[in-house]
């Protein structure tokens, strides 16, 4: 075992096959030109895995087969040898281990020894830019003739990202599901870009492989004991490890009560797990449940504003003894959120005592946060 970012990653690689990847806000029609795109994936794997609800997986994703084939046909015409032998290990490694995109620049500045001209420091515009491999060896050729070797020594690895796991081990036996936001961007030159690894799963099809690490988070868990109300805060993807808990809970059949604030842009697109959602309400497994779709009218409404709306329901829960949930972005999202509980209990408390509540509930493990 070791350890990545704070959470504890298994260092067993578990082979999976893609079962099912399904865009949430599949009405494509519907959606409004910028609406997001949300995949909802499930992976088969021929063992069961041990893990349990709020753990997530850690994915390396792999560079696009066209940009590899691109590279190796530059790498041959433009002063770069390697064995004939060689070129299917190249291959691979620049298909799977190597980072091609947005380079660090730590590499960068390993790169200025191979080239003829120095590549940092570089203007100011340069100086921001992400850099792929493919125009960084165009915009600074090579010194002289090097074996690829010498290049991939320089390189970094393709670092793997985080998705919590949405599926419960139990109710799902040998799949896990993840909830993936294709992440969209814009460069400076406002070109829009897609993120490295939701891009790659974003296009994964039915039967493709794909490898991934289990990463346990020993602190965002379910109460020990199931008679504990368990209040969940989040936006957007923040909804996975939630999904989880509930299929958890509902199976267990908890008697604790449990209560869901969910927010995200439009009730229309964005409304993940919505029919799952509604029948957990319908059953009885959610006892409460308070959207807030920022953008379905004139002034948005978050998260944060239904906590306010319900402070005084909230507030007693809390001091029943519920357990709190945050999940999503972390700014602004969650930081936000957390005002508005400190608020709540400032109000019911005064400054001092309520300040004692807070860090009581979260020395008791009673307050939990899983925010990026
Ligand atoms: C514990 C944890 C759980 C998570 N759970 C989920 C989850 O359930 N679902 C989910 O969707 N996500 C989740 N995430 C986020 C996820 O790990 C990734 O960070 C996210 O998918 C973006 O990764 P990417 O490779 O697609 O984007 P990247 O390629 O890494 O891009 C990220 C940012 O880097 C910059 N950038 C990258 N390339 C360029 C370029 N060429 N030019 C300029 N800027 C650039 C941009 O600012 C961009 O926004 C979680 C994260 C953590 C830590
Ligand atoms: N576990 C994790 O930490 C985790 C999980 C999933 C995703 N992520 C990463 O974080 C990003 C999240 O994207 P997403 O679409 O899932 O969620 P998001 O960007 O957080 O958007 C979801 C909703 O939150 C709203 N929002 C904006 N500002 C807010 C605020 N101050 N308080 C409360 N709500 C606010 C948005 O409203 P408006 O847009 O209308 O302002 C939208 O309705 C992705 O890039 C993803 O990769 C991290």
């Given at each position: 075992?070791?350890?990545?970012?704070?959470?504890e990653k298994n260092s067993e690689k578990v082979n999976g096959i893609i079962l099912n990847n399904i865009l949430l806000n599949k009405e494509k029609e519907k959606r409004k030109k910028y609406s997001k795109e949300y995949h909802h994936i499930e992976i088969s794997m021929d063992k069961k895995l041990d893990y349990s609800p709020g753990d997530s997986i850690a994915i390396i994703a792999e560079n696009s087969l066209d940009e590899v084939f691109?590279?190796?046909?530059?790498?041959?015409?433009?002063?770069?040898?390697?064995?004939?032998?060689?070129?299917?290990?190249?291959?691979?490694?620049?298909?799977?281990?190597?980072?091609?995109v947005s380079l660090s620049l730590n590499m960068l500045k390993k790169y200025s020894f191979l080239s003829e001209k120095i590549v940092v420091p570089l203007n100011n515009d340069d100086r921001n830019r992400k850099w792929n491999l493919i125009d960084?060896?165009?915009?600074?050729?090579?010194?002289k003739k090097i074996h690829l070797r010498d290049l991939i020594q320089i390189m970094d690895p393709i670092k793997p990202r985080l998705y919590s796991?949405?599926?419960?081990?139990?109710?799902?036996?040998?799949e896990i599901h993840i909830t993936v936001l294709r992440h969209r961007f814009f460069q400076k030159n406002g070109?829009?870009?897609?993120?490295?690894?939701?891009?790659f799963l974003s296009k994964l099809k039915k039967g493709d492989p794909l490898s991934f690490f289990v990463c346990n988070n020993?602190?965002?868990k379910l109460p020990k004991e199931s008679n504990k109300d368990i209040i969940l805060i989040c936006s957007g993807t923040g909804i996975a490890p939630f999904r989880s808990f509930l299929y958890e809970r509902e199976v267990h059949k908890n008697s604790g009560k449990n209560w869901l604030f969910f927010g995200n842009q439009h009730f229309e697109t964005d409304f993940l797990y919505k029919k799952e959602i509604q029948n957990w309400k319908k059953n009885g497994v959610l006892n409460y449940v308070n959207l807030s779709f920022s953008r379905d009218q004139e002034t948005k409404v978050y998260v944060q504003d239904k906590i306010w709306?319900?402070?005084?329901?909230?507030?007693?829960?809390?001091?029943?003894?519920?357990y709190i949930y945050i999940c999503g972005k972390k700014n602004p999202m969650s930081i936000?959120?957390?005002?508005?509980?400190?608020?709540?209990?400032?109000?019911?408390?005064?400054?001092?005592?309520?300040?004692?509540?807070?860090?009581?509930?979260?020395?008791?493990?009673?307050?939990?946060?899983?925010?990026?």
């Open positions: 075992m070791f350890f990545y970012k704070g959470k691109d590279l190796m046909d530059f790498f041959q015409k433009k002063n770069f040898f390697f064995e004939k032998n060689e070129k299917d290990v190249m291959l691979n490694l620049f298909q799977k281990q190597l980072n091609i960084l060896l165009k915009k600074f050729p090579i010194k796991i949405s599926s419960s081990p139990i109710v799902h036996n040998d070109k829009r870009k897609y993120g490295f690894c939701s891009n020993r602190v965002f709306e319900n402070r005084e329901k909230l507030f007693s829960w809390i001091k029943n003894g519920a936000d959120v957390e005002k508005t509980l400190f608020r709540i209990t400032k109000e019911k408390l005064g400054e001092f005592d309520s300040k004692v509540f807070i860090k009581k509930i979260k020395k008791d493990g009673r307050y939990l946060k899983d925010v990026y």
